[in-house]
């Protein structure tokens, strides 16, 4: 299972500016609205139990959203 | 009064937040595995990487055995005191309101940052006088101050508010120049800059934060020394 965890929609993100400012230094104008969040993969028996994690642990519900994916 | 110092595994500034306690009280080091806090009057979560900052800085450490008596100690309204990765830890924990989020520049930065105290009336600073200026040094990656607009307002409208970055201080990008914080109760402070390392003039060049820690021996004493 995977878990997607991204930073909120209108909180400032350095990192994703960062990007979208390089990549058309190297040529990929045509970019726009870069996000960088980070990837969990976990093997869990019980998917009920992915929410609480998420909510508890894997995010921070405050700055980030998060997206679980069972099927990979 | 006696301090306790957390101490978790990436912990560096517990050693001088000792030390900066023992310049007011009694001070001990307190290991992330114990649990008790030996009758301290008071707690510092100190500056650092614990845990390595893994996942999010003071993520993992807020669910430490020492960090469950602290959050106890806490709503039971005793004094904790979050510096840096401390002031990460008690946000994670939800003792504080807020988060920490990357600098706006995302780079690692180490500089004297001169604060005003926007709320003198509280443990951490009754020792200073409202509008006054400390200069306390300030070193991290992640103390981007946020909150969501209904949070920052009550947190004005109750005070919440203790420490700002002054005019063209604000380095970080932190909301409303935010730089340290309280609980809605009181007694729990947590800020980004660190008092520990500014408490003698000889090798700080200002001694501003021991004020923070002479604040809260005053707040458990009662007293001036």
Redesign the interface.
């Known amino acids: 299972m995977r878990v997607l965890i991204r930073p909120k929609a209108g909180?400032?993100d350095?990192?994703g500016v960062?990007v979208e400012r390089a990549l058309p230094a190297l040529g990929f104008a045509d970019v726009a609205n870069v996000h960088v969040g980070r990837l969990v993969e976990l093997d869990v028996n019980d998917v009920a139990q992915l929410e609480p994690m998420c909510e508890k642990?894997?995010a921070?519900p405050?700055?980030e959203d998060y997206e679980i994916l069972l099927d990979v | 009064m006696k301090f306790a110092i957390v101490q978790f595994p990436g912990s560096c500034d517990d050693l001088d937040a000792l030390g900066a306690a023992r310049l007011v009280g009694d001070a001990e080091l307190l290991w992330h595995r114990e649990r008790d806090l030996k009758g301290a009057d008071a707690v510092v979560v100190p500056g650092g990487f614990s845990y390595g900052d893994y996942?999010?800085a003071g993520?993992?450490a807020r669910?430490s055995p020492a960090m469950e008596s602290v959050a106890a100690f806490a709503r039971e309204g005793g004094l904790v005191l979050g510096i840096c990765n401390g002031f990460q830890v008690l946000c994670?924990a939800r003792l504080l309101p807020?988060?920490l989020?990357?600098?706006?520049?995302?780079r690692f930065t180490c500089r004297q940052v001169e604060l005003e105290v926007v709320n003198a009336e509280t443990p951490f600073s009754r020792a200073c006088a409202s509008g006054e200026r400390l200069s306390i040094p300030a070193k991290h990656s992640w103390g981007?101050f946020?909150?969501?607009d209904r949070t920052l307002r009550a947190m004005r409208e109750s005070g919440q508010v203790v420490l700002r970055y002054a005019a063209d201080q604000n380095f970080n990008?932190s909301l409303r120049d935010i730089a340290g914080v309280r609980n809605e109760a009181g007694n729990v402070f947590g800020l980004m800059p660190h008092p520990e390392h500014a408490v003698e003039e000889l090798i700080g060049g200002s001694a501003d934060g021991l004020k923070i820690f002479e604040s809260m021996r005053l707040s458990v004493e009662g007293v001036l020394a």
């Open positions: 909180i400032l350095p990192q960062a642990l894997l921070n405050l700055v | 996942l999010r993520a993992i669910f994670e807020g988060a989020l990357v600098n706006a520049s995302r981007r946020y909150a969501e990008g």
